[in-house]
Structure formats: C-alpha cells, structure tokens
C-alpha cells in the first residue's frame, strides 16, 4: 500500500459498512439492495454501494465471495433477482441499452478470438456497439496508443502475452469510450510485471480520464491506501470507505488486518 495522503472521502456505502447513510443518486454506479441465490446458495445478501466518479476502486473479496455474481448481474448475463443497479441514473432493468452504452468489461476469463489480429477484434467489438468502420479505426489507433500496444495492431492475438492479450482487453473495452469500467480479476494469471503494467494503465485511465472503475480482485498488494474499497465476504457488504480510513477505523495496521477483522466480526 502506498502512503497516500488523506482528502475528503469520495466514496459512500450503505448496508453495515464503515461509512452508512445511502446516496443512490450521487455517483456513477448504483448497486442497491441486490441479492441472488443459486438454489438454496445465497451468493449476495443486500449488496448495496455507490462507485464515485472519477475514481479507482477495488471490490475486495476471497474466492467465492459473490463478486463475479455480482459481475454477471451488472452486465446482464445473468437475470435480476431482487435489488436495483443503476448507471449514471439508468435504471439497468428499464433501460439495460443506456446502461451497456456508457459501460466497459473485462472479463475474468479471456475472451479475445485468438485467430484474429488485435485490429480485427477490437473492430468486431465496435461493430457490435454501431460504430462505423472509419471512426472505429480512429478509436481503435487511439485505445492501442492508451495501453501501449498501437505496434501490435496487426499481430494474431494468440501471438501476444498474457498481459499484453489483457491490455487489449481493456482497450476494447474503452472503444465505445464507457464512463464505468469494470474489471473481474483482471491481473489472474499474469506475472508480477505484467500485473504491475495492467494496473498501471488503469489508474492512469482514471487519473488522465475520468473514468470510473470497479477493479475486483482478492490481492491486497493491487490497492493504494487512497483508494475506494468495497469489501465483499459471502455475498454480504462488510465495509466500504477509502483503505487508508478503514485501517484507522478498524485499528489495524495493515489493510489485511482490517480486513480480516471485518470478515470475522458480525458487528462492523
Ligand atoms: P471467485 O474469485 O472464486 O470467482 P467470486 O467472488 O467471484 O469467487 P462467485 O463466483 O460469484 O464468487 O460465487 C459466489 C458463491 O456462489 C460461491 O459460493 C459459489 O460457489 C456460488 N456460485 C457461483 N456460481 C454458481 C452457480 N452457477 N451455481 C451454484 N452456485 C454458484
């Protein structure tokens, strides 16, 4: 964790999290009250936050703790049981198109067609979001030159590293220039260079861009002390607020520590 200094915190929770109070209508991503079972598995309980604007954060969770689920349900693969997801005020269920518009994914699983060159998918991908030919071409040019891979153009995917297959993923998914971006593990598999680099981009993302993302992951070593966390055990929300504030909040001297203390404790 870095050593960032305190500024005012962005980032507002609900449920029994650190911070309280709802704020459904303040930032770019709504998640409220949002359960889902899988037969008598209960893999979210009242999930419930706000991802700011503007800003970097981390849903935190072990394996299994709902955040692919969580995942599934934002980008509609799997249908809404019981809550509410909203987009800079569109309602997903509503009006699901104005949701998906402003939205960009990375999946956990690879999901680039290796026979095709890099070009090749992310024109695949414009296509299906009604770009025409030539402005696709431009944003492609302009999202490789963001992730440092405008060279690797006309390569074959499969040519590619596993972080540089990554990054292409994450270009693809600003083609269509999403306000939310929304990434599930995206640094499983990678070496710690590669993982270092993926980060990087992302945070520079928001940092140059604006853009709002929820990076989930379970590795305590991707987040800085100034970022949004969403802490996530057994589909229930144990805490939202910046890492650095959570750490004081709990006592606790590293962010493991706190988070092991709100994932045991039924009272944070
Ligand atoms: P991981 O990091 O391992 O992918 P996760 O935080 O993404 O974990 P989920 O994959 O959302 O967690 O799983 C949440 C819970 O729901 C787990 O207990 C899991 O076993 C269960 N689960 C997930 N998908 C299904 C399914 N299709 N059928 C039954 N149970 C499921």
């Given at each position: 964790m870095t050593t960032a200094t305190r500024s005012g915190d962005a980032f507002k929770g609900t449920t029994r999290?650190?911070?309280?109070?709802?704020?459904?209508?303040?930032?770019?991503l709504t998640v409220a009250n949002v359960s889902h079972v899988y037969g008598k598995k209960r893999?979210?309980?009242h999930v419930s936050f706000t991802l700011a604007r503007g800003r970097f954060s981390v849903l935190l969770g072990l394996n299994g703790a709902g955040k692919t689920t969580l995942f599934s349900l934002i980008t509609r693969l799997q249908a809404f049981q019981a809550g509410t997801i909203s987009l800079d005020g569109h309602d997903l269920q509503r009006d699901p198109g104005e949701v998906l518009r402003r939205l960009g994914i990375v999946f956990q699983a690879r999901t680039l067609d290796?026979?095709?060159?890099v070009e090749q998918n992310l024109a695949y991908h414009a296509a299906l979001h009604g770009l025409p030919a030539r402005l696709a071409r431009a944003r492609a040019g302009a999202v490789l030159e963001r992730v440092d891979l405008?060279?690797?153009?006309?390569?074959?995917?499969?040519?590619?590293s596993g972080g540089q297959m990554r990054r292409v993923e994450i270009a693809r998914a600003l083609l269509h220039q999403p306000r939310v971006l929304i990434l599930d593990?995206?640094?499983?598999?990678?070496d710690i260079k590669a993982r270092a680099e993926v980060l990087a981009h992302v945070r520079t993302l928001v940092a140059e861009e604006g853009i709002a993302v929820l990076w989930a992951t379970h590795?305590?070593?991707?987040?800085?002390?100034?970022d949004d966390l969403v802490i996530l055990h057994q589909g229930r929300v144990r805490g939202t607020g910046r890492a650095d504030t959570i750490m004081e909040q709990m006592g606790a001297a590293t962010l493991t520590e706190a988070f092991t203390r709100m994932t045991t404790s039924e009272t944070v």
């Open positions: 999290g650190t911070t309280g109070g709802t704020t459904h209508d303040a930032g770019a893999a979210l309980d290796l026979d095709l060159t405008a060279e690797r153009h006309g390569d074959k995917a499969r040519d590619l593990e995206p640094t499983v598999g990678l590795l305590f070593d991707e987040i800085d002390a100034d």
